[in-house]
Structures are given as structure tokens and as C-alpha cells.
């Protein structure tokens, strides 16, 4: 069986695929990739499905071999990746010719890239899902010297590319009112609206703190609340007024106080946004969140016609490596050397 | 049905995730009993818009994309079935499971359960006696996967959680606030007293029974020796800590 050795990692890689839904009444959220849009466009890249799992770096990658020509796709936040010691584009698909050098280092912008094979990674699935969720002890970290099983691919093209969006850098997130929406005074929502948040340092795949200056948004006539269903995307008000957005590894149920819910369309550009970037959140009616939303799940689907061929550099074109993936239509099973 | 039945069932959207039906502002074993049998009979439906449904200590909530489906129309849906009958004295659901459990109460092992029996004034004996006494339901499960919110204890119960959080209470602990008992699925900080210890694990990601317990089950614990939950310990491969399984009828 193909795999991808581990040779060196950064902390917190890890398989993810969509989650692992059918288990909330059971407490277990769904989970999944912090970055589902990401997923999306790994399986739009290499044509292949969004079940696929794929690998999860969070800030840096690492250093990777195939043991057999693979095809990779790199999506979400961009870090400065190489293939044998040559520059390889973010947000499109290559060939990883075997016992080739696949380095991922930092990110440039974001926080959460991602590594799609051909095959997708076929680690063995728990509760029909290989997404790991380690606060559950689903799963573990990916660690240096660990061979990634890689499943059979049937698709063959590479050197394809997605126009890069920009949900990297923070910016303004549509929310819609949520259950305790009400519960808090007209005047506190609106300074939350016009409040310029930055994301905290404190952030993982269970929540994202947010920053801001002056006092915090707690309700003074609030009381305590029924423990009640939580949602990925919803943000919930601490007892000293300080807001997080609950991510993808939310607990199920929480007794904290929601003023909204980020659309799932926007979560992504949450999740992305590096330490520091400045979030702005604005209510949108459920009517046109729905359409809003709406619109995004259609476009996530068609993906797959956004995706055109690489245009290289010049300057690279005389590296044999590189021009082949040019043609696009180059067998992940043979290598490019004995076609060229 | 009761006088608040303007504001309570109440119907909700939750983000564009789902909706939500509460059935009272406090937590109640009532509110508890129609959230649970209210879910259970719109499962029951199989609408094709529900994707997954689950309960807390008041509410039914049911899964769905809101961008997708209608939340007007899911709203009528649900408000249909709603009228269909009184909620608050409706059966629980057929099929459920009885686990017994055997626990050490008090000793090292369980080392607050003089301070929560003080809390309830009650005798640290009589404390442990209405512990055991008492068939407790799976109020909700949640928190941490299959954890169980077990009730409802006697008012004496109605302990508020302690002031500070105790750093690290482990797997299985039984612990004790707000007429509640909270069997943990893994080592976690708590506001909550420390008034039990049992085997029982309550998520086996691993094996045939994932989830042991579900909204709606019961539990009744017994007493056991420090010496006993050592043997049960050695011997707890299938994470069962010698809990005994039967069904309902």
C-alpha cells in the first residue's frame, strides 16, 4: 500500500476529514477540519471526494516522502512549500514523485493548511470517521517517523489551480441571531456589532477568543441560563463579558449565553485568522442568511469548474519537474522522468 | 397545558443549524420528561429535513440546514406535533436500559461527600443511603461524549456548585450539584463535589456499545468497598466496572 512517510512535523497535524455526524444526542460534536472550505478544495483539485481525509497543519507542516508518485493538492492558510528543493504553489495540485522531498513550512497567512492526497489518507476509521478529536481521545497527532496510509487513486490530473480567496487576514463576519439573542440588551448588541475584536492568541479547534478594548459585553440583567445546545459558529459571552466563537470541536452543550451564530459560509475566515487579525461581526435576518448561505453551499459544489491549470513561472519552465506538471495529464503511477 | 403556554413550549432557531423546542425556563423533571418523549416521537416521523436530533436537560433539538429547508415551515411542522397531545405527562420512550452501578461513596476515593452531605444537612450515611436509593434518569447527555446529567435527587439536593473548581476529578467520579449527578467520561475540572467512584466508563470509542447511555435511561447506583472497586479495576477491560445492563419494559 502507497503511504507518506512522516519525517519531521510541526505540533498539532492532524487527519481530518468532514466529522463524524449522528452523535450529538450521545454529546459528541461533529468536529472535523477547522476549515471546511478547505476541504472542498482539496477534493475540487484533485476531482476527488470530500470524504477523502486529509492532513490538518496548524501554523507549519513538515517534512514528508511518498513511498510510491502520489498527487498531493496544498490548500487553506499558505505556507512555503517545496517538492525536491523547488518552489511549489499553494492552493493547487502536483505530483510528489516517490522517495521525492515534500517540504511544508510555516504560514504565511492564516493559521490551518492543508495536505490532500490522491487516495485521500486512509487511517482506520472510528465511528465512521478518521477525523482526529483529541480532546475525546479520538485519534492522535501525527507523529515524525509514521508512514499515512494512502488509499487507491483513480484520478490521474495535477498541476490545477483554484483562485485564491481571502478569508486569511480576519475582516467582517455576517452573524445571525441565535436562541439567547434576545436575552441581551438592544445597547450591548449594538456595541458588539460596532466593535473592532482581534482575534486572541488563545485559540484552538474548540474556540477562538476575542479581544477588544473597553468593557465587555455581559448582560447586567441576565440570568442564569439552562445549559443549552451549542453550534459551531456560536458565540458565546463569559461571565466577564469576554466573547469566543465556538469552533468545530465545540462541546455539545454549554450554560454561557449566546448573542448569535457565525453562517457556516463565514466560520472558515474566523478559523483562518491569524493571532491579532481584526474580526467585525454584523447580523444578518435568518431570511437572508439562509440565502446567503445558500448561495455559498452551491458555489462550494462547483468548485471543481473554478479549478484551471497552473501557469508557470518562466523562469521555472526549463526544470523538467515542473514543466511536465505543466501537460497536467502526467500518471501518478509512473514517473515523469520515463515520459519526458 | 400549564399557565405559561405562551412562552413555554417555545420554538427556536439555532444559528442556521437547527431548532430548538424548550419546554420550560428552569430544569425541571417535567421539562426533562416532555423534551425527551417530544424528540422521540418526531424521530419517529423520520423527516427528511431532520438530520440528527438529540435533548438537554429542556429542549428537543433537531438538526437541519436552515439554507436548505425552511425555517418557517419546519417551525409549523414542529408546532403541529407540539398541539398533538400534552408534552408534560407524556410516557418516556419504550426500550430504554437500566444500568446498575456499583460506586464507592466517601472514602479517598471520593473524598467531598461529607462536605456535599453537609451542604444537603444531611449525615454523611444518610447522604450515601438517598444516593443509592434513588433511581436517577439520564437527564441529558453532553459536556464530554456520553457523559450523563443524572435527577432528579430530593430538594435537599439543590447544592450550588463550590466556589472554586476542583483542578482535576477523574473518570468515573460521581459528582454532586443542583439535584444532579454527573458520572464523568474523563478527568476533568469541576465546580461540582466529589461524592462517588465507580469503573463505569462512559464513552468505549472501541467497542460494541460506543455510548452506554442515552437520554432517557436510568441508573441505579449501589455501594461497594474500596477494596471491591480495586478488584473491579484490575479486572475492567470492557469498561464496564461490573455495572449490570437490563432493559426496560
Not at chain 2, 436552515?66 to 408534560?88: C, I, K
Not at chain 2, 465507580?198 to 447506583?221: K, M, T
Request: charged fraction near 20%; charge should be negative.
Amino acid at each position: 500500500m502507497t503511504g507518506l512517510i512522516v519525517q519531521q512535523i510541526g505540533p498539532g497535524v492532524a487527519v481530518q476529514d468532514l466529522g463524524r455526524p449522528g452523535f450529538l444526542a450521545k454529546g459528541l460534536t461533529t468536529s472535523g477540519a477547522a476549515d471546511h472550505r478547505a476541504v472542498y478544495e482539496g477534493a475540487a483539485l484533485l476531482r476527488q471526494s470530500t470524504d477523502l481525509a486529509v492532513l490538518e497543519m496548524v501554523s507549519t507542516g513538515g517534512t514528508f516522502e511518498a513511498t510510491a508518485p502520489i498527487r498531493i493538492a496544498l490548500t487553506g492558510a499558505e505556507m512555503a512549500t517545496k517538492i525536491n528543493g523547488e518552489t511549489a504553489a499553494w492552493n493547487a495540485s502536483h505530483l510528489l514523485p516517490a522517495n521525492t522531498k515534500l517540504t511544508i513550512g510555516p504560514s504565511r497567512d492564516g493559521t490551518y493548511g492543508y495536505l490532500h492526497v490522491g487516495g485521500g489518507i486512509t487511517t482506520k476509521a472510528i465511528l465512521g470517521s478518521r477525523a482526529t478529536h483529541q480532546s475525546v481521545g479520538l485519534g492522535s497527532l501525527v507523529a515524525a517517523g509514521q508512514t499515512l496510509p494512502i488509499g487507491d487513486d483513480k484520478g490521474k490530473e495535477i498541476g490545477m489551480t483554484l483562485p485564491r480567496d481571502l478569508r486569511f487576514s480576519g475582516g467582517d463576519i455576517r452573524i445571525v441571531a441565535s436562541m439567547q439573542t434576545e436575552d441581551f440588551d438592544a445597547d450591548i448588541r449594538e456595541r458588539f456589532e460596532a466593535t473592532v475584536f482581534r482575534r486572541d492568541p488563545r485559540a484552538n479547534r474548540q474556540g477562538i477568543r476575542l479581544d477588544s478594548d473597553g468593557t465587555g459585553f455581559s448582560n447586567p440583567k441576565q440570568l442564569s441560563i439552562v445549559s443549552e445546545v451549542i453550534v459551531p459558529g456560536d458565540i458565546q459571552i463569559t461571565g466577564d463579558g469576554t466573547p469566543f466563537v465556538l469552533m468545530v470541536e465545540c462541546q455539545t452543550t454549554g450554560g454561557y449565553p449566546r448573542i448569535g451564530t457565525v453562517l457556516p459560509c463565514d466560520l472558515p475566515r474566523v478559523a483562518q485568522a491569524p493571532a491579532g487579525a481584526t474580526l467585525r461581526f454584523s447580523f444578518v435576518s435568518l431570511g437572508d442568511a439562509a440565502a446567503i448561505q445558500a448561495r455559498a453551499s452551491a458555489e462550494l459544489l462547483k468548485l471543481g469548474h473554478s479549478a484551471k491549470p497552473l501557469i508557470r513561472d518562466p523562469h521555472t519552465m526549463q526544470d523538467l519537474l515542473s514543466y511536465q506538471l505543466v501537460g497536467g495529464m502526467v500518471s501518478a503511477h509512473q514517473s515523469p522522468f520515463e515520459q519526458g | 397545558m400549564s399557565q405559561n403556554h405562551v412562552d413555554c413550549p417555545k420554538i427556536r432557531s439555532v444559528g442556521l443549524n437547527g431548532v430548538l423546542v424548550t419546554f420550560g425556563d428552569k430544569a425541571t423533571d417535567a421539562a426533562n420528561r416532555a423534551a425527551i418523549a417530544f424528540r422521540t416521537a418526531v424521530d419517529e416521523q423520520e423527516w427528511p429535513e431532520v438530520m440528527e436530533s438529540s435533548s438537554t436537560l429542556v429542549s428537543a433539538f433537531f438538526r437541519t440546514d436552515l439554507a436548505e429547508y425552511s425555517y418557517d415551515r419546519l417551525r409549523a411542522r414542529l408546532n403541529e406535533v407540539l398541539q398533538s397531545r400534552d408534552w408534560s405527562n407524556a410516557a418516556l420512550p419504550a426500550g430504554r436500559t437500566l444500568w446498575t452501578i456499583p460506586a464507592v461513596f466517601g472514602t479517598s476515593r471520593a473524598p467531598q461527600l461529607a462536605e456535599a452531605a453537609e451542604a444537603a444537612g444531611l449525615t454523611t450515611k444518610e447522604a450515601e443511603a438517598e444516593l443509592t436509593a434513588t433511581r436517577l434518569r439520564v437527564l441529558t447527555v453532553g459536556f464530554a461524549p456520553g457523559q450523563p446529567y443524572l435527577g432528579t435527587l430530593g430538594t435537599a439536593w439543590d447544592i450550588p456548585r463550590q466556589v472554586g473548581l476542583s483542578p482535576n476529578i477523574p473518570a468515573g467520579a460521581l459528582v454532586a450539584a443542583v439535584r444532579q449527578i454527573c458520572l464523568f467520561t474523563k478527568d476533568t475540572p469541576t465546580g461540582w463535589r466529589h461524592v462517588g467512584q465507580s469503573a463505569f466508563q462512559c464513552f468505549r470509542p472501541r467497542s460494541d456499545i460506543p455510548f452506554p447511555l442515552s437520554p432517557g435511561d436510568e441508573v441505579q447506583f449501589t455501594s461497594i468497598t474500596l477494596q471491591e472497586l480495586a478488584s473491579i479495576e484490575a479486572h475492567n477491560a470492557d469498561g464496564n466496572g461490573a455495572a449490570l445492563r437490563e432493559v426496560l419494559k
